[in-house]
């Protein structure tokens, strides 16, 4: 028997959308639905928010620039000045007071008028300032008669000496017995001595001349 | 796609509805990275505005520190010289040397660097060559040092004179030749970059008046006051005797006793004082001590005079100078302090317990016939003894000088040239007496102020200045 199947094509049974097909593009349109949505929400919501936030940011940093620019200012001014006054400090520091060195020496070595701990004298005197080492001071020295605990009562008068503490270091006691005629008594003890200064500033890498203000 | 199977229909809407979600992963996995970085562009900028806002935080005190630094730095550079004052300085060296006596033979400017644009401070160095004692030449460097503008003597050498017997010497001393290296430095004041300007300045350092002040303390410079010649000795002078030339003054040894002995004297003037400063003295000895010690003084410097004249070997004019001189000028500055206080003293007058004191042991020594010590003890006080009548001391005061007056008057009478040769007394009528040859008898005057009131046999009884005193016979 033929029999003849008169419905349009799309309403006969054996061509109706299945129910298999039909649940599948309904979970796949829920599917696709929820994959842009959650991009629509990530995109348009989290990304969003972030870009706001930045922009909150930048504007609150545009706002403290200036200040940020003055502050920059004031801080590479108080740097020019410190270094400069550090330097003028450094000026006034390094110097020594050569009267008062003299008269304290001078004290020493007259030793309030007593002759017989030691009566010294000096053929010259040669002062050199070094920034780094400090200033050498050297003088050729005399002390009558030919006791030679008189050296040595000098050297121990002059490690005593108000300026001592200033000294780095200080040349040992040596002698050369010498004699006058013409002078009395005529014998004498020559030696050479040596005062050495700690430098009056500490030195760091650049010297003063190099560093001053810059 | 209706012909499509059914197995198809479902691989075509699962791919399709796994694209559409693959693409949308891949959007929201974009979006996510973008988010990422706008975070971590955020964090850097919260990070970048919690710096701002430190810095922000930290203006106020920056703000005072360049106001305070840039006040100061105006006043340190006052201590260097431009280069208008280094003429100036050149100029002051003429003073100097004018002022210490030193001889200046010689200015000498070291080289400087040429770029002076580089440096903002710029070292120059002077080389002055002189001639000049010692002292002169200490006072000199000693100016240089105290000068207002910095300079610093960086170098120095003495070359010792008078070796020869023809030495030069100004003021007795021996002169030297010396060299000196100066160094000052100019200042480049041209800013590094560019000077802030600080809103409300004037206002600020107002405020900061104090501590910009307390700030420039620290760059004080450390001057020195040089003491002087003191008597000390030029060390860079040979103090020993020269056996060729002659010496017509006295001896070493001589000169050693003769410092001993002024020494000596000063010890002994020194002991008086510390005497008349003990709790335990007396006011009547401390005024006693007190003339002693100025007699003393004057008479000291006086012989010091001619004894200084006389040392001429080095070491004991020192001890002269520290030991005599010294110490004699201490005692007169001392004395001088004393006379001041007493000046000052708000009473002019005595205490009233040194007062009674002082009446009775007057009172005292006029019974026990101490004439002479009543008498002085009034006269070491009477410049405190004129005490108003108002003031309750004034019966003492007037009981003081009524025992003065009786000392002095006995004293006088003491001296008096009397001499009782021979008595006649008359008990029914005036006994008389032989004085000096010539008879009075009782109620003749000897002279104006001199009585003869009473004769009896073993004394005879006189009026003198209106007080009775008997000689005996």
């Known amino acids: 028997m033929i029999r003849i199947n008169l419905l349009p094509a799309d309403l006969r049974r054996g061509n109706r959308i299945p129910a298999k097909v039909l649940g599948a593009a309904f979970a796949g349109a829920i599917a696709a639905s929820a994959a842009v949505g959650w991009f629509g929400i990530v995109w348009f919501g989290d990304l969003g928010a972030a870009e706001t936030a930045l922009r909150e940011v930048e504007a609150r940093l545009a706002e403290r620039e200036k200040r940020v620019v003055y502050h920059d200012q004031l801080q590479a001014n108080r740097k020019d000045y410190g270094g400069r006054v550090q330097t003028i400090q450094e000026i006034a520091k390094s110097r020594r007071l050569w009267s008062k060195f003299c008269d304290e020496l001078i004290d020493v070595v007259n030793n309030n008028g007593d002759t017989e701990r030691h009566l010294a004298w000096f053929d010259g005197m040669t002062v050199k300032s070094d920034p780094k080492k400090g200033a050498t001071v050297t003088m050729p020295g005399n002390v009558q008669e030919a006791d030679k605990s008189r050296v040595a009562n000098l050297h121990e008068d002059l490690e005593a000496a108000p300026f001592a503490p200033e000294l780095a270091s200080k040349s040992d006691p040596t002698f050369r017995l010498e004699v006058d005629k013409v002078r009395i008594p005529a014998q004498s003890l020559a030696f050479p001595l040596a005062l050495q200064f700690q430098p009056t500033v500490v030195e760091e890498k650049k010297g003063v001349k190099k560093a001053p203000g810059k | ?473």
């Not at chain 2, 400017?109 to 644009?117: C, E, F, G």
């Not at chain 2, 120059?124 to 300079?151: C, G, H, P, S």
């Open chain 2, 1 to 473: 796609m209706a012909n499509w199977t059914q197995k198809k229909q479902l691989l075509a809407i699962a791919g399709g509805a796994g694209a559409i979600c693959l693409l949308a992963a891949g959007g929201v996995y974009h979006a996510q990275v973008q988010i990422e970085e706008l975070g971590r562009i955020t964090l850097e900028k919260q990070q970048a505005i919690t710096v701002a806002e430190g810095k922000i935080a930290q203006i106020p005190t920056l703000e005072k520190e360049v106001i305070i630094l840039r006040e100061n730095l105006a006043e340190y550079v006052k201590i260097l010289p431009d280069t208008k004052e280094l003429v100036a300085f050149v100029r002051m060296l003429n003073q100097f040397e004018r002022q210490s006596g030193i001889v200046g033979t010689g200015l000498v400017q070291k080289a400087t660097r040429a770029d002076k644009s580089k440096d903002r401070f710029l070292a120059i160095e002077y080389t002055y060559d002189m001639t000049a004692t010692l002292w002169q030449f200490l006072k000199f460097v000693n100016l240089v040092e105290n000068y207002e503008r910095f300079v610093s003597i960086v170098d120095f050498s003495i070359q010792t004179g008078g070796k020869g017997k023809n030495e030069d010497t100004r003021d007795g001393d021996i002169v030297h030749t010396m060299r000196v290296t100066m160094q000052t430095y100019t200042y480049n004041g041209k800013p590094a970059g560019k000077e802030v300007e600080i809103p409300d300045y004037a206002a600020q350092r107002e405020a900061l008046r104090e501590e910009i002040w307390k700030r420039m303390q620290a760059i004080r410079i450390d001057k020195y006051e040089h003491r002087g010649h003191q008597g000390r000795r030029d060390i860079f002078v040979d103090p020993r005797e020269r056996g060729d030339l002659r010496n017509q003054g006295p001896s070493p040894a001589e000169q050693r006793a003769l410092v001993e002995k002024y020494v000596g004297e000063v010890t002994r003037l020194r002991e008086i004082l510390q005497r008349m400063r003990r709790p335990d003295t007396t006011l009547f000895e401390q005024y006693a001590l007190e003339k002693g010690l100025r007699e003393g003084i004057e008479r000291l410097g006086s012989e010091v005079v001619v004894g200084e004249g006389r040392l001429s070997y080095a070491p004991y004019r020192l001890r002269w100078a520290r030991e005599v001189i010294g110490p004699l000028e201490d005692l007169r500055q001392q004395i001088h302090d004393v006379a001041r206080t007493e000046q000052k003293r708000a009473d002019p007058f005595l205490p009233m317990p040194e007062l009674e004191q002082m009446v009775a042991e007057m009172e005292r020594d006029c019974g026990s016939g101490m004439l002479e010590e009543a008498k002085r003890r009034y006269e070491a006080v009477s410049n405190r003894l004129n005490v108003p009548t108002t003031d309750p001391r004034y019966a003492l005061a007037v009981a003081a000088k009524a025992w003065h007056h009786k000392a002095s008057t006995a004293l006088d009478f003491k001296t008096m040239d009397i001499r009782v040769q021979g008595v006649v007394v008359n008990r029914g009528g005036r006994s008389g007496v032989l004085l000096n040859g010539e008879v009075y008898e009782e109620g003749d005057y000897v002279s104006d102020d001199l009585l003869v009131k009473l004769v009896e046999e073993e004394q005879v009884w006189f009026v003198f200045r209106g007080l009775t005193l008997v000689r005996t016979m």
